[in-house]
C-alpha cells in the first residue's frame, strides 16, 4: 500500500517563506518522479515543480520560478519545496504526488493535501 503525505502548510504573511515536505512509502521499487500541484478555490489545479528522483533534475512552473525550489532529501523518497518571497497568489491547498517508474506500472499517488494561506 503506497502512502504519500505531506506536510508543513499554514498560515504566513506576504512575501514570508514556507518550507513543505512529502514523503512517499509503500514502493518497494521507489518512485520515478515526485513533485507538487496546488489548486486554488475556484481555480483548476496546476503544476508546481517536479523532480526526477535518480537524477535530481528539477522542473518548475514559470509563475513561480526564481521564489521556490524543489530539491529531495537525505532520506529516500522524500521531497521538499521551499517557498520563499510568497503571496496571496500563492494561497491554494498544496499536493504532493509520488510516480512509479515505468518498470513499475507509471502509477501516480497523491497525498490529501496540505493549506497555504498567504494574507496578512
Known amino acids: 500500500q503506497v502512502h504519500v503525505l505531506e506536510s508543513g502548510g499554514g498560515l504566513v504573511q506576504p512575501g514570508g517563506s514556507l518550507r513543505l515536505s512529502c514523503v512517499a512509502s509503500?514502493?518497494?521499487?521507489?518512485?520515478?518522479?515526485m513533485g507538487w500541484y496546488r489548486q486554488a478555490p475556484g481555480k483548476q489545479r496546476e503544476s508546481v515543480a517536479s523532480?526526477?528522483?535518480?537524477?535530481?533534475?528539477?522542473n518548475i512552473t514559470d509563475s513561480v520560478k526564481g521564489r521556490f525550489a524543489i530539491s529531495r532529501g537525505n532520506a529516500e523518497n522524500t521531497v521538499y519545496l521551499q517557498m520563499d518571497s510568497l503571496t496571496p497568489e500563492d494561497t491554494a491547498v498544496y499536493y504532493c504526488?509520488?510516480?512509479?517508474?515505468?518498470?513499475?506500472?507509471?502509477?501516480?499517488?497523491w497525498g490529501k493535501g496540505t493549506l497555504v494561506t498567504v494574507s496578512s
Open positions: 504526488f509520488a510516480k512509479a517508474s515505468k518498470y513499475f506500472g507509471g502509477v501516480d499517488y
Open positions: 509503500g514502493s518497494a521499487f521507489g518512485f520515478a518522479n
Open positions: 523532480i526526477t528522483m535518480s537524477s535530481g533534475a528539477t
